[in-house]
């Protein structure tokens, strides 16, 4: 790789650390919802105020970003997510700190529709693109863990009651990361066709087969993402019992785990074929939660639980690249369509809850690896040319 690529790179997979900042919504609901003396139903709505905008803007965005150039729109993302982190510092009420998780979405979603396909600008090696794609979601996976940490060093430092003062420092590391890439300077790239295309032009690439499939790909690997998730602390409390003090442990070994999958992946999509990768993650992938669901043992489903974050860590990388090497003509376009799969993949988290109501902990198992099975019939039966 080119020095002058490698510092190109620098601040676009700096980029993917305020990705990761959505993630905070876990912790933070709970200071909010302590707060305003919401509901838990209310409580509820604050997660959605920050995906929802995946279903909305993914499209849009893909398509205006052929006009606006894809360097522009990741700033405008962070432009968008720096006011949402001021505006509770401004005042702090409960319209306020709605406002500020819904700019933090939407900064969110406009990011990760623009900051994908703007590696491509930077990096030419389709192994080196799949391998920096890979390295964005390890460290987003690093900003993940990091988030919690930000959101109680700030109740740590101000108190339980000015916990929203994490915001700023979010705020702060956004705007660092906005001037650092602003001062990089990155070939704009050259735009075929149409600048302003609809949203109906963006659904037609669905007509094509291979762009169909790698979709449902991207929707069935963020429904193995939620769904393992979800179900690993009720796994522990279901079979054995397990306090709440001690099921929290469970998601903190599936995030660890892929993140650590993430990292290695990284270092091995640059030097082997992305899709024998694939198919041997998803392989294991596979035997992870076969065993999970045959074998009743703490010890052995808590690995299990974390087999499955590693093996499963560079999937989402793989199907997005796969994805731009199909089309490369209509990259921008397919960041967005690719980015609004993400939305849908919360529909596995329902369909999860109603298994597991109906036969038990086996029943999330079972959806878990429906969506991996179909994983496998894209690691194996689609070829890109």
Not at 88 to 93: D, G, M, S, T, W
Not at 338 to 364: K, R, S
């Amino acid at each position: 790789m080119k020095k002058d690529s490698v510092i190109a790179a620098l601040p676009v997979l700096f980029g993917f650390f305020v990705m990761g900042f959505c993630d905070i919504v876990g912790i933070s609901s709970d200071y909010v919802q302590r707060s305003f003396g919401w509901s838990p139903v209310m409580t509820g709505f604050v997660p959605s105020l920050v995906f929802i905008w995946f279903l909305f803007l993914g499209i849009p965005v893909g398509n205006r970003m052929n006009k606006w150039g894809r360097k522009n729109t990741v700033l405008l993302s962070m432009a968008i997510t720096v006011a949402g982190m001021v505006l509770p510092l401004i005042a702090y009420n409960s319209m306020i700190c709605m406002l500020a998780f819904a700019l933090l979405g939407i900064g969110n979603a406009v990011l990760q529709v623009s900051l994908n396909p703007l590696l491509n600008n930077v990096l030419t090696n389709e192994r080196l693109l799949t391998s920096s794609l890979t390295a964005g979601q390890v460290i987003k996976a690093l900003s993940s863990l990091a988030g919690p940490e930000i959101v109680l060093l700030a109740v740590n430092r101000f108190g339980v009651e000015k916990w929203y003062y994490c915001f700023p420092i979010l705020g702060a590391i956004t705007l660092v990361s906005a001037l650092w890439l602003m001062a990089t300077p990155i070939q704009r790239e050259e735009v075929s066709g149409h600048q302003d295309l609809s949203v109906g032009s963006t659904f037609q690439l669905l007509k094509d087969k291979t762009v169909l499939l790698l979709f449902l790909g991207i929707f069935f690997i963020v429904g193995v993402d939620v769904a393992t998730n979800f179900i690993s602390s009720k796994l522990m409390a279901m079979r054995f019992g397990w306090l709440e003090s001690e099921v929290k442990f469970a998601p903190q070994v599936y995030f660890f785990c892929r993140t650590a999958g993430a990292l290695i992946g990284m270092v091995a999509l640059a030097r082997i074929s992305a899709v024998r990768y694939f198919r041997v993650n998803i392989v294991f992938c596979i035997v992870s939660l076969l065993v999970m669901a045959g074998v009743e043992n703490d010890t052995v489903n808590l690995c299990c639980i974390g087999a499955v974050g590693f093996f499963a860590s560079s999937v989402f990388p793989i199907i997005y690249s796969m994805a731009l090497q199909a089309k490369p003509e209509s990259a921008n376009q397919l960041s967005g369509l690719m980015i609004t799969a993400i939305a849908g993949g919360g529909v596995v988290t329902p369909v999860i809850g109603f298994a597991i109501g109906t036969v038990g902990i086996i029943g999330g198992i079972a959806v878990t690896l429906a969506c991996v099975i179909y994983l496998t019939y894209c690691a194996f039966g689609i070829r890109i040319k």
